[in-house]
């Protein structure tokens, strides 16, 4: 049996998923305006918590958050309050005078500190677990030999780590960089507003 269609589905499936605005995005976006190697880091990180995310669904991940509504709940508000605490540090340094405001992102972000960011952001979002339990079960036969899961896994990394690099190396261009350097403080007062309003939302989401 070929499972190249079903396989093709979870590439366009995930190709829509990381492409609707969420943390992931705002996060990639903000950070490669401000710096493009820290924002392709923060894409690597991402796109490992996606893997991750993939595998655990393999292994039923989603049946046992469903089951387990506190586990579901605790992955939950630590993700908001991550968000909000984002959103608030990029608020907060708003305040700070135009000469200060090249580290409204923070202090120069080595490549580890910004895969970290990237992958506490995807990790932290309970959302992807139901998306990848809900895209194994409903597009993958439950008599799929394990290498079609290990082959989905791939492609969700694949997909993931090619579109988020992508968005921060168009985003950190020279010509935007310097549209950004114009317009930092409007720019970075709405990443800092979109990403506490999405910390709230998840926070009272139920």
């Known amino acids: 049996m070929s499972y190249v269609p079903q396989l093709?589905?979870?590439a366009g499936v995930m190709l829509l998923a990381?492409?609707?605005?969420?943390?992931?995005?705002?996060?990639?976006?903000?950070?490669?305006?401000?710096?493009r190697r820290a924002g392709l880091w923060l894409a690597a990180g991402i796109a490992v918590s996606h893997a991750l995310w993939a595998t655990l669904a393999v292994f039923g991940l989603g049946l046992i958050l469903s089951e387990?509504?506190?586990?579901?709940?605790?992955?939950?508000?630590?993700?908001?309050?991550?968000?909000?605490?984002l959103g608030a540090t990029m608020l907060l340094s708003l305040r700070r005078p135009p000469a200060e405001l090249a580290v409204a992102h923070g202090p120069e972000r080595g490549p580890r500190a910004a895969f970290q960011r990237g992958l506490t952001v995807g990790l932290?979002?309970?959302?992807?677990?139901?998306?990848?339990?809900?895209?194994?079960?409903?597009?993958?036969?439950?008599?799929?030999?394990?290498?079609?899961?290990?082959?989905t896994v791939a492609i969700v990394a694949l997909v993931s780590i090619t579109w988020f690099s992508s968005v921060a190396l168009l985003f950190s261009t020279g010509r935007v960089q310097r549209g950004y350097?114009?317009?930092?403080?409007?720019?970075?007062?709405?990443?800092?507003?979109?990403?506490?309003?999405?910390?709230?939302?998840l926070a009272l989401d139920r």
């Not at 990381?18 to 710096?35: E, F, H, K, W, Y």
């Not at 387990?68 to 909000?84: D, E």
Request: charged letters at 10%.
């Open 8 to 10: 093709l589905v979870v």
């Open 18 to 35: 990381c492409a609707s605005p969420g943390p992931d995005l705002i996060a990639v976006l903000s950070q490669a305006l401000a710096r």
């Open 68 to 85: 387990l509504a506190w586990l579901y709940a605790a992955i939950r508000i630590v993700g908001a309050l991550y968000l909000l605490y």
């Open 124 to 151: 932290t979002n309970p959302k992807a677990a139901a998306f990848f339990g809900s895209l194994f079960v409903t597009i993958l036969p439950s008599h799929a030999p394990g290498w079609v899961h290990g082959a």
């Open 181 to 201: 350097a114009r317009l930092r403080r409007p720019i970075d007062a709405l990443a800092g507003s979109l990403l506490i309003a999405l910390g709230a939302r």
